[in-house]
């Protein structure tokens, strides 16, 4: 036996059923694996990587699942670049400046010493072009970056000895990253790069005589008090400091909009909730220091008007040699340049 619909019924139903086959298929859950290049119970650094993780697992209504690995769990974790641009990890959590020796610009958006405050990086990176740039740069290396933890200023480091002159740095083997290592060694000193997990251990073995790393509420995390004396404010080479998610290409392209937007705004949110998160451990890390016996010192002037000068050398050396060091350089005085007014009447 057949129904039969009035005229307009009939319409309405194949108008319907039209209508239906011409919506987008629902998009398949993004599931993928993240991992840190820090221990997640570091403060912002690996905290971060949480927090990201934990957010976007409860915003995305099953949009998006995230797996998230601690260091090391399934690459080392300066190969973190390496596994996510070959594809065998989705996404991994890490600084821009563990891949400055094969991309000298994108330290630039790691730490940029004498550079500028948390917000005016912030700003450069959304509003003056410094993110296109960035994407430029990694676009030809098969990665997609999203900024994803904007730190506050570092500390200038820990060392075994006193600094008290240029003279203090020369033959020291101390561990730097980006473009500070390279001022450093223009300081004399014996530049290394090591991932956070190796710090302590060389340093409790002599095996270097200094380190710089990060915020204090990190330094306390890592236990470097218990095998360096002197500790140095400010820092210098990272008066903000940003970290990246970094994401195989071919996986971001095969996410819709929604779900990139997604990690694109849980990052946005991770970028406040880095920087304020941080203040108040910072204070009683600082504390904690100087209670365990540590001395709490600043650079002398003149070291500090050499580290400035070594700085511009460094820069002027990277803009001639690199092309897109050299255009991402320019991008970010152009911005603070542009702002500048402003921010000497804040100050």
Not at 13 to 32: H, V
Not at 286 to 291: D, G, N, P, Y
Not at 293 to 304: A, H, S, Y
């Amino acid at each position: 036996m057949f129904l039969r619909f009035p005229p307009f019924v009939t319409a309405a139903l194949g108008a319907l059923i039209l209508t239906a086959s011409l919506q987008p298929a629902a998009a398949k859950e993004a599931k993928l694996d993240l991992q840190s290049a820090w221990t997640l119970t570091l403060p912002a650094s690996g905290q971060n990587a949480q927090h990201f993780t934990d957010e976007i697992n409860a915003i995305s209504g099953g949009q998006v699942s995230v797996k998230l690995y601690d260091a090391g769990k399934l690459v080392p974790p300066l190969q973190i670049f390496d596994a996510v641009q070959q594809g065998t990890l989705d996404m991994g959590y890490t600084s821009p400046l563990y891949v400055a020796g094969r991309f000298p610009a994108v330290q630039l958006f790691g730490g940029v010493p004498f550079g500028p405050d948390a917000q005016d990086y912030i700003g450069w990176i959304y509003n003056g072009g410094g993110l296109e740039i960035w994407r430029e740069i990694y676009a030809k290396q098969g990665v997609v970056t999203v900024p994803c933890g904007v730190m506050d200023a570092e500390a200038g480091g820990w060392y075994t000895f006193p600094i008290e002159s240029v003279e203090s740095l020369k033959g020291k083997k101390i561990r730097f990253a980006g473009l500070a290592g390279e001022v450093m060694k223009k300081m004399g000193a014996s530049v290394v790069l090591l991932a956070g997990g190796d710090i302590y251990p060389n340093l409790e073995r002599h095996v270097i005589d200094g380190t710089e790393f990060s915020m204090p509420a990190i330094d306390e995390a890592m236990g470097f008090e218990k095998v360096a004396k002197y500790y140095y404010l400010p820092g210098w080479h990272q008066p903000a400091a940003i970290n990246e998610l970094i994401i195989n290409k071919a996986k971001w392209d095969s996410m819709d909009d929604a779900q990139r937007g997604l990690i694109e705004t849980t990052c946005r949110e991770t970028n406040i909730w880095s920087l304020t998160s941080t203040a108040q451990a910072n204070a009683a890390a600082v504390k904690k220091f100087e209670a365990a016996g540590t001395e709490i010192r600043t650079f002398p002037p003149e070291v500090l008007a050499a580290f400035r000068q070594a700085t511009d050398e460094v820069m002027a050396a990277q803009s001639e040699q690199d092309a897109d060091f050299k255009r991402t350089w320019e991008s970010l005085q152009a911005y603070r340049a542009s702002v500048q007014d402003w921010t000497e009447h804040k100050e």
